[in-house]
């Protein structure tokens, strides 16, 4: 890491701490534990270093807010339609997928997100 400051290690290592999928505010209300002076523009602005560093991916779902995580290998998601809560989907990414759509349209694919909805098993319940 470039400029390795306390604010943007407090962040880093609440999102590698298993903390995942956490909006900006989420992020910013857990850190001034550790930070109480911490602002939620600090936050943001460590949030893009982190993202352009390659440290922290950001998840733009079917969602009007971001979220973060640490997690930067390719994955898919799930989000509960009730609660909220997004959660990683254990299964492996479908390359083939980007192949076939590449082939079908001409276009030079890079990668795909995959977002499944429902309900969580808490909100199954």
Known sequence: MNRQTKQRRAILNL???GYYHLTADQIHDDVRKEIPNISKGTVYRNLKV???????SELSLNDTVSRFEAN????YHFQ???CGRVFDV???IDKELDRRIAKRTGFK???H????RGLCHNCQQ
């Open 50 to 56: 982190l993202r352009e560093l390659g440290l922290v």
């Open 113 to 116: 997100q995959l977002e499944f």
């Open 109 to 111: 694919i890079s990668y």
């Open 72 to 75: 930067r290998e390719s994955h």
């Open 15 to 17: 999102l590698r701490r």
């Open 80 to 82: 509960c339609e009730r």
């Open 90 to 92: 254990d299964e492996p």
